[in-house]
């Protein structure tokens, strides 16, 4: 879970369609758990990676009144620039624990490295409007891969659920 927040801007091209941009200050991250059972011994291994981005959406929003509220829906690309990042690690070996935690490296040297600073891909969602206040739900789809590390075709997208409320200022 994390959160995002910003500004955006729409600006209309007819009374249906407009063009949404933005920057938006984003946390994206992953969670993961493993454990294996190696010759009676578990090993159980978690982490956490958190990343704090600038997202900047580039979208079309097709809208749809429906009365007393405006039914939406976005699609487009989005830019995205890793601006820090931490990491929580534990493993536990029959028993015996260790964790670690600090700064994760943010740039393109596979060596010293752990994520990429560009992101980008493709964003969809769609919610309603209130009057100024709009709540809506989106996906974010990242096609670029964000490892460093590429070597035997690894790699990291990001895959994005958002959930916004938002309070539009200066007109309808």
């Known amino acids: 879970m994390g959160f995002h927040v910003g500004v955006t801007a729409e600006f209309p091209i007819s009374d249906a369609l ?3 941009t933005g920057v938006l200050l984003s946390t ?7 454990t294996e059972d190696y010759m009676g011994v578990t090993l159980t291994s978690e982490g956490t990676y958190n990343l704090m981005y600038l997202d900047i959406p580039l979208n079309v929003k097709f809208t749809k009144d429906m009365g007393g509220a405006k039914l939406f829906g976005t699609f487009g690309p989005y830019v995205g620039l890793a601006l820090k990042g931490t990491y929580d ?10 964790s670690e935690s ?3 490296n943010i740039g393109s040297d596979e060596e010293d490295d752990d ?11 769609a919610g309603v409007e209130f009057g100024p206040i709009s709540v809506g739900a989106s ?3 990242g ?3 964000i490892s460093p590390y590429s070597e ?3 790699k990291i997208n990001n895959k994005v659920i958002g959930i916004s409320v938002g309070y539009k200022f200066g007109g309808e």
């Open 152 to 154: 035997n075709g690894y």
């Open 28 to 34: 994206k991250g992953v969670k993961m758990e493993a």
């Open 143 to 145: 096609l670029a891969n």
């Open 89 to 98: 690690m534990s493993v536990s070996i029959g028993g015996d624990s260790e």
């Open 18 to 20: 407009s063009f949404n």
């Open 115 to 125: 994520f990429k600073m560009l992101d980008f891909g493709l964003m969809v969602g």
């Open 139 to 141: 996906y974010q789809l």
């Open 102 to 104: 600090g700064d994760l």
